[in-house]
């Protein structure tokens, strides 16, 4: 799946239940906190997923292209790499431990930068946030470590009270291993393609969060390894490798699944038409970036759905997009039995809007 989306965790941990047969959240809570198999960064277009420990390096490295973006920002802002590179220095070395933005803060503080609040905390929070002074300008001090991910593996580490930590990843990740940026980012294509294929460069470069002519390398150094594809009139590539299977496919129906906002399945290609029609576009994929939890039905969103928890228990409610069989209504309360269970639900209905 090339990562779980996780800029909401409980989400990223939704999407790996639903292909797999884990029976409780806190198999993945251990797996990130106590054994360090998973962890939390900033992957594709700079957002958080969560990937396995063991390929860390090659989800940050191979990403590596779009903090430099937010690299370019800051040094036009501020009219000195000296400058700039001497405040990332001074950052990254302070993270040797789980290190919250204000404590990132306070240290800077102690190395003789000036600091200010201001709002810029993202995602339309306009709740102020420390910015520090640097070159005459100033810049967020959660924007420091987005670029960090240009020279250093960043991860996160657990909460402290309600605020994120971060640390570098050679400190955090038992038996690290470092990879170059070129090997990276020719491994990461692969692993999209097998996720994603059949897919285009755009397709690539969107789920990236590039630009296409910078991945136009990327992808044109691995074309022996792939094959012009035909699917239904739609031209794309594929990995050679994979065209005899994907030939060979077919769907046991009904095949359902109860995916979170923001799954990686909704999240690999530029059109969506290969998921949810356009009558139905937008109830998927909505206003500032939000996309919806999606029924999927075959392959195909065929509504839209959420819940709530409380003490009588887990209650899905599903909006369908058309009529659903009673096999795919039976395999829904199924799926919800079995999500009450993962999040630890005495109790778990499904009931169906119109």
Request: aromatic letters at 10%.
């Amino acid at each position: 799946m090339g990562g779980a989306q996780a800029q909401v965790l409980s989400a990223a941990q939704t999407s790996i239940w639903a292909r797999t047969k884990l029976d409780s959240v806190k198999v993945l809570d251990d797996a990130m906190w106590r054994d360090r198999t998973l962890v939390r960064a900033w992957c594709m277009r700079r957002t958080m997923f969560l990937v396995p420990s063991d390929e860390l390096a090659l989800f940050v490295r191979g990403t590596a292209r779009r903090p430099e973006y937010n690299y370019r920002w800051a040094l036009a802002r501020v009219s000195s790499g000296k400058l700039l590179d001497r405040l990332l220095d001074r950052t990254v070395e302070f993270l040797d431990r789980p290190r919250s933005r204000s404590e990132i803060a306070r240290h800077l503080e102690t190395k003789g930068y000036r600091l200010r609040l201001k709002a810029g905390g993202g995602w339309g929070d306009r709740r102020p946030v420390p910015w520090v002074e640097v070159g005459g300008r100033s810049i967020p001090v959660g924007f420091l470590i987005h670029m960090m991910g240009t020279r250093e593996a960043v991860c996160s580490g657990p909460n402290i009270g309600n605020e994120s930590t971060y640390v570098r990843a050679d400190r955090w990740v038992r038996r690290w291993r470092d990879i170059t940026r070129e090997r990276a980012e020719k491994e990461l294509l692969m692993k999209y393609l097998r996720a994603y294929g059949p897919s285009t460069m755009t397709d690539f470069a969107l789920w990236m969060g590039l630009y296409v002519r910078d991945v136009k390398g990327i992808w044109n150094g691995s074309r022996r390894e792939m094959t012009p594809v035909e699917v239904e009139g739609w031209k794309a590539e594929s990995l050679e490798a994979d065209v005899s299977d994907l030939e060979r496919a077919r769907i046991d129906e009904p095949d359902v699944h109860l995916l979170p906002n923001f799954d990686s399945y909704l999240l690999g290609h530029k059109s969506h038409r290969n998921i949810v029609g356009e009558g139905n576009h937008k109830k998927v994929y909505r206003g500032q970036g939000w996309v919806s939890p999606v029924l999927l039905v075959n392959g195909r969103a065929a509504g839209v759905w959420s819940y709530s928890q409380g003490r009588k228990g887990l209650e899905v409610v599903v909006e369908p997009f058309s009529e659903l069989s009673a096999g795919v209504r039976s395999q829904v309360h199924e799926e919800t039995q079995r999500l009450g269970r993962f999040l630890g639900s005495e109790s778990a209905t499904a009931r169906f809007g119109r």
